[in-house]
């Protein structure tokens, strides 16, 4: 692949506060929503600058979580984003990477009379069925990124290559998916299935775990990938590179490393297709700086197949 990057900008809520950690991206009405790791509001982008979305209600009183304040360990950390369908209508569906309890809901996110509303419901008993069919401990659960890919809803697992925890994937049938998030049925009952493990590479002896998934016209999926020095899910290492990486029926069929941006290694956490032409797809990319007091990044990317 060859990956270029078309344009880079800095994302602010409407008060001016910065996007913080920003961890996936879809389409959303007439915008696009950009979730947050350590936040328990979305950004709604119509126009610039975006509108807060509430997601998740306020865990003791809380809307953000940061390190420094003590309280990381309560951030929702909603890694995935799908666009999918309820009754007839779109819809977001937002999920948590798992590992911890605050970390195992989902978010329904629908517009009502125009407006948005997200239904929350804890899903823990499927994370367990999710570490059981990928043979890892729940506790390094982190499940970053999904997409619709023909018929199924691929929950991708990032692993933690550097602690011997290789990247992976299930399948969850859609509808189902759904009506467990609607309240409909209960969490367990979601099927999972086609277990998958994957080895996307290395930076400099860094495995690569993914980031986000993105499928495309063409059945292939494009993953973002990123070599982070961490010893489990839930804490912060050195990320000495990202990649995006080409998969075809499973089979890593391409690793190319994305471009620096001032010189530094863009930790891209969530993808959405903008268009696409026989030759080339054009993405936007969100990045997570890892500052809370800095704007998370969105980079246009028009990818040469």
């Not at 209600?57 to 979580?65: C, E, I, K, R, S």
């Not at 779109?90 to 517009?111: D, E, Q, T, Y």
């Not at 086609?194 to 860094?206: A, C, F, I, K, Q």
Request: contains cysteine; proline residues 8%; hydrophobic residues 45%.
């Amino acid at each position: 692949m060859q990956i270029h990057v078309e344009g880079v900008d800095r994302l602010r809520l409407a008060d001016g506060s910065p996007v913080r950690a920003a961890s996936a991206v879809t389409p959303f009405g007439d915008g696009f929503l950009v979730a947050q790791d350590d936040a328990t509001h979305g950004a709604w982008f119509r126009s610039r600058p975006a509108d807060a979305v509430r997601l998740l209600p306020a865990v003791d009183g809380l809307d953000v979580f940061e390190n420094a304040s003590g309280t990381k360990h309560l951030k929702p950390d909603l890694e995935a984003a799908c666009a999918v369908d309820v009754d007839g209508a779109p819809a977001v569906l937002l999920l948590g990477s798992g590992s911890l309890a605050a970390r195992m809901r989902w978010s329904l996110l629908r517009l009502v009379a125009g407006r948005p509303e997200a239904l929350v419901t804890d899903m823990a008993p499927l994370y367990a069925a999710v570490a059981d069919a990928l043979a890892i401990p729940p506790e390094v659960l982190n499940l970053e990124g999904a997409c619709l890919v023909g018929d199924v809803l691929r929950w991708y697992h990032r692993g933690i290559p550097a602690a011997g925890v290789p990247a992976g994937s299930v399948d969850l049938e859609p509808a189902a998916a759904v009506a467990a998030a609607l309240g409909r049925t209960p969490p367990g009952s979601v099927a999972v299935s086609n277990p998958r493990h994957y080895t996307l590479g290395e930076v400099d002896g860094v495995g690569l775990g993914i980031t986000d998934a993105v499928a495309l016209a063409d059945g292939t999926v494009l993953l973002s990938a990123a070599a982070e020095d961490s010893p489990n899910p839930r804490d912060d290492g050195p990320v000495v590179g990202s990649a995006l990486v080409r998969l075809d029926d499973h089979l890593v069929r391409d690793m190319t490393p994305l471009p620096l941006v001032d010189g530094r290694v863009c930790k891209v956490e969530g993808l959405m297709v903008l268009d696409a032409d026989p030759v080339s797809t054009r993405l936007l990319a969100v990045v997570d700086v890892d500052e809370p007091d800095v704007p998370s990044l969105a980079m246009r990317l028009r990818v040469r197949h």
